[in-house]
């Protein structure tokens, strides 16, 4: 492939190598283009949200779990272990091994669910935030849709 510059800045190239480029740039733009149209991801910007809460031990996250999941505040709970948190309690640095609660949610049903597990968890300020899922797989959203209550 040759490729030269000259003074009026033109570029030029082999025919091998515009027929390469133009093959490249078309395969690019109509990845571009079909990229927007693919169902491979839905976008769900504002109708789902997950939610973190750290819990003390694996029983009490189950508890928990299983009931907001039974109530369809939650379509699924990941509750995952190892965690570490250090953290400001009543004036003090404090430090505890806890376990963290993924709650795939609808952002309607936030309040509610934030309300159950106030009243069921164990600390006197537990933690419950949330974060709103962008996009997601769509078989994966419509089953989320469709296991959680309608609000």
């Known amino acids: 492939m040759s490729v030269s510059f000259s003074a009026s800045s033109s570029l030029s190239c082999s025919n091998s190598a515009r027929t390469v480029f133009i093959i490249l740039l078309l395969g690019w733009a109509g990845w571009r283009f079909f990229r927007t149209r693919d169902m491979s991801v839905r976008d769900m910007t504002g109708e789902f949200s997950i939610a973190y809460v750290t819990v003390p031990s694996r029983e009490a996250g189950k508890t928990i ?87």
């Open 65 to 151: 779990a299983a009931d907001i999941i039974e109530k369809k505040l939650a379509a699924c709970v990941n509750i995952v272990p190892g965690v570490e948190s250090l953290y400001w309690w009543e004036g003090k640095m404090e430090s505890s091994n806890e376990l963290m609660m993924m709650i795939k949610t609808r952002t309607s049903l936030v309040p509610q669910l934030v309300e159950r597990v106030k009243a069921m968890h164990e600390y006197d300020v537990c933690e419950v935030i949330t974060s709103p899922i962008d996009a997601g797989n769509p078989a994966y959203m419509k089953w989320l849709d469709e296991s959680t209550a309608k609000v």
